[in-house]
């Protein structure tokens, strides 16, 4: 458990060091966002999806969309949680199956 | 050659012969009634809605509870939208001229209609390879899928070629590399 803070100038250096730790991104570790592979989707329309949400470039967008389609999933990026939710939503809004998950 | 979808000045001219808008707008209802309802032990919701987090079910019900309600919103606003640039039921071809995010707006319904098709089917005749043990209606969904698939691909095709590069080098014989 952490210890309390302690009152007056003393704590100013713990203070400081707390809120670094907050700005520290290694405090808040990323989210993977997996896109998996379905019988529906089209191969084109997925290499649209990407680049069209990530802005992939088309040699980008086709390698992750034939690693989706040859291994069953692709790891399409690794942000921190709340853009990676917003990543999720948006390619749910395109009908693909994506999922985010804690990095390891 | 099909013209479902072709390029236009101001944007994707779109035309559609009378029986295939006729098609369409009763898709269109089928999902939006869906949309609305939207009963979570639906097969068509569970594959408009999936799961959001891997690995812990918690946080999916949080997520789930962030993000599917303006993906609903989004997906009822576009079958909407799309409705209405069909206009009304008159048994008439419909050719109108797709303008600004209409082309992709209709792309995503075209594709929240097949994966609403797909999963009426199942993904036992989906990955099934021998088309004589799917039965008939869910041949004739298939098939009906296949139509829109098209679709999706011309638009696809007028709106980002790009996107259908791989199929000039994609060697669909060694998919397992």
Redesign the interface.
Same mark, same amino acid.
């Given at each position: 458990m952490r210890p309390p803070h302690l009152a007056g100038p003393a704590a100013a250096p713990a203070e400081q060091d707390e809120a670094q730790a907050l700005d520290d991104p290694r405090q808040d570790p990323p989210w993977d966002v997996?896109v998996w592979d379905?019988?529906?989707? @089209? !191969? %084109? #329309?997925v290499?649209?999806v990407f =680049?069209?949400v990530f802005g992939f470039t088309?040699p980008i967008? =086709?390698k992750l !969309? @034939?690693e989706v /389609?040859?291994r069953g999933r692709a790891l399409v990026a690794s942000e921190p949680r709340e853009q990676a939710?917003m990543y999720?939503?948006q390619l /749910?809004? #395109? %009908?693909l199956?994506?999922? !985010?998950? =804690?990095s390891t | 050659m099909r013209d479902t979808f072709s390029p236009h000045a101001d944007g994707v001219r779109m035309h559609l012969r009378a029986g295939e808008a006729s098609l369409l707008r009763s898709l269109l209802d089928e999902l939006q009634s869906l949309l609305d309802d939207r009963l979570s032990d639906d097969a068509v919701i569970r594959r408009l809605f999936p799961a959001t987090v891997t690995g812990d079910d918690d946080a999916d019900r949080e997520v789930r509870d962030l993000v599917h309600g303006s993906v609903q919103d989004a997906k009822v606003a576009a079958a909407r939208q799309l409705q209405d640039l069909l206009g009304p039921e008159d048994e008439r071809a419909v050719t109108t001229v797709l303008r600004d995010e209409e082309p992709v707006l209709v792309l995503g319904v075209l594709n929240d209609l097949r994966l609403a098709l797909g999963a009426r089917v199942g993904d036992e005749h989906l990955l099934g390879t021998d088309l004589d043990a799917v039965p008939p209606r869910e041949l004739a969904l298939m098939q009906l899928m296949s139509h829109l698939a098209a679709w999706q691909e011309e638009l696809l095709g007028v709106l980002d070629p790009a996107s259908l590069g791989f199929y000039d080098d994609f060697d669909f014989d060694d998919e397992d590399d």
């Open positions: 997996i379905d019988p529906v989707n @089209l !191969m %084109g #329309y290499v649209f =680049r069209r088309e967008a =086709r !969309m @034939l /389609h040859n939710e999720v939503e /749910h809004g #395109y %009908g199956q994506a999922t !985010m998950q =804690r | -």
